[in-house]
C-alpha cells in the first residue's frame, strides 16, 4: 500500500504487532473487516450507546449489537466494556478507535474526491469530425466547452474521410447520415437535420433563379466527393416519393468547406447540410433554394465504441454541442 492507505496501514499494523500480531495475520484481518462494522463501532464510541448509535444509522440495536460482535471477533480483541446499564471503551478500543476513524475519513475523501472527478469534466478526448462543420462551427464550440472545463484537452482530426474508431486513435467521432454499423453507439446532436440546395446571389444574378429541381440540370453543381467517387446524384423528398438527379458541373472537392467556399464565391449550386451554412445564410452570402423541397436526411451523431465511453465529460460535452446545433 502507499500514499494515504499507507499510512493508515503501517501505524495500525503497528499496533497489531504490539499485541501480537504478524503482518499476514494483520492482511486476512483488513479483508474481515466490514466497512459497516467500523462505522457502528465509532458510531457507538461518539454517542456512548449501542442504541443512540443504532438511532443514528436507523438500524436496530440487535444489528447494532452483531455489528461490534463481527467486528471484534475479526480483530480478535474486546473493543467495547459492556454491562446491562454501561457500555465503555476498554484500553485496547481506545486505542483502535483512532486508527478505525482515519480509515472512514480516508474512505470519504477518496469518495468525495471520485465523485467530484466524475461530475468535473477532464482529461483528454480524440474526436474525428467533417471538414466543413470542423473548421466553422464545431472548433470555436470546443473552444467555449474548453473555456467552462480547463482540465479538458482536444485532440482534433479534421477530414471527410469516415474515421474507423475501432482502428484510428480516435475517442469520437462527428459524422453526418445514418449509422449503419450497429456496435458502435449513437448520441444525436442534431438528429432533424437536412441538406439544402443554396446559391449566392451574385450566381443567381448571372444565371437566373432556380424554378423547379428539373432545373438543376442546367445550373453548375458543385459537388462533393469522398474516396474519389463523385456525389452526383441528389436526392429530394416529396412525400413518399424519392426524386434522384444526376447533376453536372465543372469542380469536385473531397473536402465540404472548399465546396461551400465555392458556393459563397458564387460558382455554383451546392447540396450541404443546413448546419454548416448557418452563418452564410444569416449573412445573406448564400440563400436557399425551393425552400419547399425537403432534402436529404442528414442527421448529425457523435459516436463512440462503446457506452462505456460515455464518461461524464463526453456527455457534457455532447449536451453542449447539440445545444450549440439547436441555436445554428
Known sequence: MDGEWGWAYDDSFEYFEKVGKSRKTFKKILKMIRLDDLNVFVRTADCGSLSGAARQLAISPALA????????????????????????LTEEGEHYLRHAREALRLLQEGQQA?????DTPGGLLKIAMPSDLGRNMLVGWLDQFQARHPRVSFQLSVSDRVSDLYR?????????????????????????????LVAAPAYL???????????????????FMVDEVIHDRWQFHAGSRVQELQVQGDRSADDADVVR???????????????????????GRLQVLLPEVQGEAAPLNMLCMHR?????????????LRERCQQA
Not at 114 to 118: E, I, V, Y
Open 205 to 223: 444574378q448571372r444565371h437566373g433563379p432556380l424554378r423547379s429541381l428539373d432545373g438543376l440540370l442546367q445550373h453548375n453543381c458543385l459537388r
Open 261 to 283: 467556399r465555392w458556393a459563397v464565391a458564387g460558382l455554383g449550386i451546392a447540396y450541404k447540410s443546413r448546419i454548416d451554412l448557418g452563418e452564410d445564410l444569416r449573412a
Open 65 to 88: 449489537s452483531a455489528a461490534l460482535k463481527r467486528l471484534e471477533d475479526a480483530l480478535g480483541r474486546r473493543l467495547l466494556a459492556r454491562t446491562t446499564r454501561t457500555l465503555r
Open 168 to 196: 484510428q486513435p480516435v475517442d469520437l467521432a462527428i459524422r453526418y447520415g445514418r449509422l449503419d454499423d450497429s456496435s458502435l453507439v449513437a448520441m444525436p446532436l442534431a438528429p432533424e437535420n437536412r441538406r439544402v
Open 114 to 118: 471520485l465523485q467530484q472527478g466524475q
Open 308 to 320: 462505456q465511453h460515455m464518461t461524464p465529460t463526453v456527455v457534457q460535452l455532447r449536451d453542449f
